[in-house]
């Protein structure tokens, strides 16, 4: 096997720590770009401005809409039913994984269930959240667990059965069992995949609860980004909509490089379960 060089080695493992601007400093940079080129598309009048707005009067119909506490008040609404269906469904992914890892037939009737549902699209089953619950928070609250369930129930239950054997006796001899050696050993063990399924779980969640409130209005009045979507959309009020679809991508950069990337920074990288 022929080594590379030691300074060829050394500029690899410089590009592996990242280059020379933070990876948000770079999607923020790609960002701005993206809006250059769309003010610019906009100013050439090639689409009525209605349906093709320019930047400036999206940043405009945002700062209006923050000034009027509009925007800030939809924007926290969403963020408490997210916060409130992500942890009830990562209570359950928990607890339904560690009582599969336990008991083998709690363990194919969860595969069983996995297999039917993680499949189904969590929009499919909001009319029937509405014929039961009727427009609501509640709703919207049961159709995040729904869909931030089954991805981290996967990443979970995956997680723990890869822990090796050796950890598992180690914890046994230690005298940990049942629920015990389920949280103390392999759950932090399972951490890598436990954070890939969150992620997953976020998304899904995000988008459900969005989805929701803008296509079927299920929030009711008192609704979040997606209602607010809803109405000016309604309304034909397109700067505003756009206004609205970029708070929701900042959450989402916000929560991915800003909460997820400092979590993995603190846990797994730290404690070098981190593959890089």
């Known amino acids: ?32 770009a993206l809006a250059l080129g769309w003010e610019l598309v906009a100013r050439l009048h090639i689409w009525p401005e ?38 009830l469904a990562c209570l359950a992914s928990f607890l339904a994984s560690a009582l599969a ?4 037939v709690l363990a194919d009737a969860l595969l069983a269930l996995m297999a039917v549902l993680h499949p189904l699209p969590a929009i499919a089953i909001l009319p029937i959240l509405l014929l039961w619950f009727k427009t609501g928070p509640h709703s919207i609250v049961i159709l995040i667990v729904f869909s931030a369930f089954w991805p981290l129930t996967a990443s ?17 001899n230690l005298g940990l069992k ?16 436990l954070m890939a399924g969150l992620r997953v779980s976020w ?9 929701a409130e803008m296509v079927f209005g299920a929030s009711g009045k008192d609704g979040g980004l ?19 679809m ?19 920074h603190h846990t797994i990288e730290r404690w070098g379960m981190s593959s890089e």
């Not at 629920?179 to 995949?193: I, N, Q, T």
């Open 226 to 244: 997606g209602w607010f979507l809803y109405i000016r959309r309604y309304f034909l009020e397109v700067p505003a909509v756009f206004a609205g």
């Open 178 to 193: 049942g629920l015990r050696l389920v949280w103390h050993v392999m759950l932090p063990a399972a951490l890598p995949a």
């Open 50 to 87: 209605l349906l093709f707005p320019p930047v400036t009067s999206i940043l405009g119909s945002l700062a209006t809409e923050f000034s009027q506490g509009e925007i800030a008040g939809r924007t926290w609404h969403s963020l408490s039913l997210i916060a409130t269906g992500l942890s």
């Open 1 to 32: 096997m022929r080594c590379l060089p030691l300074d060829l080695t050394a500029t690899i493992s410089q590009g592996k720590r990242g280059d020379c601007l933070p990876k948000y400093l770079r999607q923020v940079g790609f960002l701005c």
């Open 156 to 172: 979970i239950y995956s997680g723990l059965r890869s822990v090796p054997v050796t950890q598992v006796e180690a914890g046994r």
């Open 203 to 211: 998304a899904r969640a995000w988008q459900a609860s969005v989805a």
């Open 246 to 264: 970029l708070v929701i991508i900042a959450i989402g950069l916000f929560v991915e490089n800003l909460l997820f990337t400092s979590l993995e």
């Open 101 to 104: 890892m336990l008991f083998p």
